[in-house]
């Protein structure tokens, strides 16, 4: 047992190993999805300027691409490339995400998009059908991520990019990192860290692998009155970010504004080509 555990058996009593059911990890997904789609759509960090340039300063978008947002969630970043690209295709499993994808969409006025309702384990499309094929905060919620990296790699056309962008904690902090976003949000499986990630696309043989990072700042009650965990864990999570203003333990850099907690999310984004 790690010192983290240790710390939490002390403090709070609280056994690492919840959250196993048998309820299905695709169910839990659409429920927790179908709860937060609307707060997602509207968290303005989910269009944060600065991460949305990172993403194209890596990606690159050219007119004549044709891009596949896999797990789109409302359709953030799909309506951002839909603007630089010949055509965008979004598919998630929630269905209410998908219908925030179209509102975003129709008040956006944006036509070069369909979006598809399906499970990106199984990738409904033809191989080599994209040229860019991207995911933004998808692989934290996967039980398979590499199934579903070689899934995209599969209807990625030859020379074509693959992007994702994720959480990405550092190693001496995952273990704590995963536990508290857990019982934040039961569809977390768990994050990889950066090593991980791009351990993944070597694996996958894409090449010319770059990436680039930032830290998203998020308040603590937001998060929480948008990611719908067990109201009786609610305070143990403010005890958990709390407590870690002093420790970092989670290697969120929690830290107090105007009177709250707010932390930071890691994230890295990395892309590959395929060769
Ligand atoms: C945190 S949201 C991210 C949404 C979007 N990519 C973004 O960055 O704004 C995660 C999304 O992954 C979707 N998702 C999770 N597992 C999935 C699966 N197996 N197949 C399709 N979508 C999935 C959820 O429905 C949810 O919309």
């Known amino acids: 047992m790690n010192n983290f555990y240790i710390w939490l058996k002390l403090f709070f009593d609280v056994d690492p190993n919840i959250h196993e059911n048998s309820v299905s990890h695709n169910d839990i997904i659409v429920s927790q999805f179908t709860k937060q789609a609307q707060p997602f759509s509207q968290m303005a960090q989910h269009s944060n300027h600065y991460g949305l340039e990172l993403m194209y300063e890596l990606s690159d978008p050219q007119i004549e691409d044709k891009v596949l947002d896999v797990a789109c969630g409302p359709g953030i970043i799909a309506c951002e490339f839909a603007n630089k690209v010949n055509h965008v295709t979004g598919i998630d499993i929630t ?127 937001s998060i929480l ?20 203003i002093l420790m970092d333990n989670l290697g969120m850099r929690s830290h107090m504004k105007n009177g709250e907690i707010f932390f930071y999310f890691p994230i890295s984004m990395i892309i590959g080509i395929k060769s």
């Open 225 to 244: 009155k948008s990611s719908f965990p067990n109201p009786a864990d609610i305070p143990r999570i403010r005890q958990l970010f709390k407590k870690d």
């Open 95 to 221: 269905p209410a995400m998908i219908e925030e994808a179209k509102n975003l969409q129709r008040e956006k006025k944006i036509d070069n998009i369909d979006w598809k309702l399906g499970d990106v384990t199984r990738l409904p499309f033809e191989d080599d059908a994209f040229s860019l094929v991207v995911t933004r905060y998808s692989f934290h919620h996967l039980i398979e991520p590499k199934q579903v990296l070689e899934e995209m790699k599969r209807v990625c056309k030859p020379n074509g990019k693959i992007l994702i962008i994720d959480v990405t904690p550092d190693k001496d902090k995952i273990e704590a990192y995963n536990f508290v976003e857990k019982l934040r949000d039961s569809s977390h499986t768990g994050a990889l860290t950066f090593d991980k990630l791009k351990g993944l696309m070597d694996e996958a043989g894409l090449i010319k692998l770059k990436s680039k990072h930032h830290k998203l700042e998020m308040g603590l009650e």
